[in-house]
């Protein structure tokens, strides 16, 4: 049963560039939603999360945007940098106190 | 704080083997939580843990899974015996509240099964 999907497994943007990765979820509970990111041979990292009361949180390159009703997430970084290259994981939970269901994942390359 | 440390970083091990893998988590982190990730499967949760208590175990793929956390400042995830299939790596994760923007995670323990 999976109740989040990242359909794209990878994904390649040129340096400078916007990123966009998606995030799908079936469960209408969640309502807390964050993005990790996670290095070759590191654990992930918490990167930005939303709330279900808004539809946008941004912080510097990184914008997370929501829509409830399709029940699909979309972190944006502008513009896109190398180091930015990771695995990035979408992660809904049904409130904030819960235990965390990530995403499959989606492996971004940044190409300088 | 040096961070959850997780070892070994790699394990190899033939088919049939135990194997254990380790946490220390970070000192005054209330829960702990094990993940496995796998192409297919991406990252799962198999098990957490509250104050030392298995809390849900219901991503723990069968009964030759197991985890302990006899203190606060050790747990084990152990798989006997092990089977190809279980080639993942294992990350072991920690916070002081049940929030998931709180999780510290370890750098995980790389597993192959032969």
């Known amino acids: 049963d999976q109740q989040v999907k990242q359909n794209s497994p990878s994904l390649s943007v040129q340096e400078g560039r916007i990123s966009i990765l998606n995030c799908d979820y079936t469960?209408?509970?969640?309502?807390?939603f964050l993005w990790y990111k996670k290095y070759p041979a590191e654990g992930p990292t918490f990167l930005i999360s939303?709330?279900?009361?808004?539809d946008k949180n941004e912080d510097g390159r990184f914008t997370v945007f929501l829509n409830k009703s399709a029940k699909h997430l979309s972190l944006h970084i502008v513009p896109s940098q190398p180091g930015d290259s990771a695995v990035y994981f979408c992660a809904p939970v049904k409130t904030s106190y819960d235990k965390v269901i990530f995403g499959p994942g989606t492996s971004l390359s940044v190409i300088p | 704080d040096a961070g959850v440390i997780q070892s070994p970083r790699h394990e190899v091990t033939e088919m049939g083997q135990e194997v254990t893998l380790r946490c220390k988590p970070i000192s005054g982190h209330d829960y702990l939580f094990w993940y496995r990730q796998t192409m297919m499967r991406g990252l799962e949760l198999l098990i957490y843990?509250?104050?030392?208590?298995?809390?849900?175990d219901s991503g723990m793929p069968e009964d030759r899974f197991s985890a302990k956390m006899p203190n606060a400042s050790f747990s084990t995830l152990k798989i006997q015996p092990s089977e190809p299939r279980d080639s993942a790596v294992y990350f072991c994760?920690?916070?002081?509240?049940?929030?998931?923007?709180?999780?510290?995670f370890g750098a995980g323990s790389r597993l192959t099964v032969l």
């Open positions: 939303i709330s279900s009361i808004k």
């Open positions: 843990f509250n104050n030392n208590v298995p809390i849900d």
């Open positions: 994760a920690s916070s002081p509240l049940l929030g998931a923007n709180v999780l510290t």
């Open positions: 469960n209408s509970m969640f309502d807390y």
